[in-house]
């Protein structure tokens, strides 16, 4: 088991800044992938980013302006966002993965354990 806490949303205004973390306890952290996710009112979660050792990677949405980083001795990931924009407001997810591969990194079905979320609001 994998226990995922996200902490650092909040309300901010269009083109400013927030550092998202996601805390983990447990199994080993550095055996995972992390990822981040996001879901808005009404949508469907979708992919933001994911830490893999082979490389890292962002939803084209997000590509220039958010930072993916892990710190494997504090068993966290972190998600630096800058110029964020309206659309940007979600609920944020932090999610573990034993493996993935390709585009199965972008789908929320290969994660194996999930954190409770964190609220991001952008104002215009």
């Known amino acids: 088991q994998v226990q995922l806490v996200e902490s650092g949303g909040g309300l901010v205004q269009a083109g400013g800044s927030l550092r998202l973390s996601c805390a983990a306890s447990g199994r080993t952290f550095s055996n995972y992938y992390m990822g981040w996710f996001r879901q808005a009112p009404g949508k469907e979660r979708e992919f933001v980013a994911v830490h893999r050792w082979s490389g890292i990677y962002y939803a084209d949405s997000v590509k220039g302006r958010f930072t993916i980083s892990r710190d494997n001795a504090k068993n966290t990931v972190y998600l630096q966002m800058a110029s964020l924009k309206p659309e940007d407001t979600a609920v944020y997810y932090c999610?573990?993965?034993?493996?993935?591969?390709?585009?199965?990194?972008?789908?929320?079905?290969?994660?194996?354990?999930w954190g409770q979320g964190t609220q991001v609001t952008v104002s215009s």
């Open positions: 999610a573990a993965a034993l493996s993935c591969s390709g585009y199965g990194c972008y789908d929320s079905r290969s994660y194996d354990y």
